[in-house]
Nanobody, 126 residues
Framework: EVKLVQSGGGSVQGGGSLTLSCIPSRFTFDDTDVGWYRQAPGNECELVARIDSDGTTSYADSVKGRFTASHDAAKRTVYLQMNSLKPEDTAVYYC????????????????????WGEGSQVTVST
């Protein structure tokens, strides 16, 4: 079974940091792009970060300068380092790959396309 295994997340006070990890079960991220999505209750699923196979990264304006996506090829792992966390960052975060298109928003995630992690809860308190 192909899947993405996530770890990290948890609860932190505002201004704190957390790191999410995502590792594929039967392939590597060397030749595919990876997106980090999040969905908070009552909100759309939104793309917050993306790292392409060539290492190029892009970020939503809401997290730019605070979040960093990276890929450690030796560990076959993609990370999302989240600093200066705010209460509005509270959401379930998903890594995703092999998507036909990295949609900026969607009503729900995960979707039927591509491969998705199981989700990691991130809770930021005031």
């Amino acid at each position: 079974e192909v899947k993405l295994v996530q770890s990290g997340g948890g609860s932190v006070q505002g201004g704190g940091s957390l790191t999410l990890s995502c590792i594929p079960s039967r392939f590597t991220f060397d030749d595919t792009d990876v997106g980090w999505y999040r969905q908070a209750p009552g909100n759309e699923c939104e793309l917050v970060a993306r790292i392409d196979s060539d290492g190029t990264t892009s970020y939503a304006d809401s997290v730019k300068g605070r979040f960093t996506a990276s890929h450690d090829a030796a560990k076959r792992t993609v990370y999302l380092q989240m600093n200066s966390l705010k209460p509005e960052d509270t959401a379930v975060y998903y890594c995703a790959t092999y998507l036909p298109v990295f949609f900026p928003t969607s009503a729900m995630c995960p979707t039927d396309a591509g491969y998705w992690g199981e989700g990691s809860q991130v809770t930021v308190s005031t």
